[in-house]
Nanobody, 120 residues
Framework: QVQVVESGGGLVQAGGSLRLSCAASGSIWAIHAMGWYRQAPGEQRALVAGISSRGSTNYADSVKGRFTISRDNTKNTVYLQMNSLKPEDTAVYYC??????????????WGQGTQVTVSS
């Protein structure tokens, strides 16, 4: 089994910063792409940022220039540095990991989500 656990959410004023972390653990042979998604009330879950195993990144247009995704492959961890936060960034943020397990099964795993609230 594989576990994906996020941390780092919270309440911040507009213009502030937060850093989210997500660690994968368990029966992992390899982690391919990792990503951060978010879901606001009444909306669908949407990609915020993604990073390949080699470090290639992509971002939603709404966060380009403000958010930075990175990963530490030695720790099976992905980070999301969020700067210049806006009230519209308020959402539950979910981590996703594309994993090949040690029994050669490739599956997407999701974390439980972490709340980010940006006050105006």
């Amino acid at each position: 089994q594989v576990q994906v656990v996020e941390s780092g959410g919270g309440l911040v004023q507009a213009g502030g910063s937060l850093r989210l972390s997500c660690a994968a653990s368990g029966s992992i042979w390899a982690i391919h792409a990792m990503g951060w998604y978010r879901q606001a009330p009444g909306e669908q879950r949407a990609l915020v940022a993604g990073i390949s195993s080699r470090g290639s990144t992509n971002y939603a247009d709404s966060v380009k220039g403000r958010f930075t995704i990175s990963r530490d492959n030695t720790k099976n961890t992905v980070y999301l540095q969020m700067n210049s936060l806006k009230p519209e960034d308020t959402a539950v943020y979910y981590c996703n990991a594309d994993v090949t397990t040690r029994n050669w099964r490739r599956t997407n795993y999701w974390g439980q989500g972490t709340q980010v609230t940006v006050s105006s």
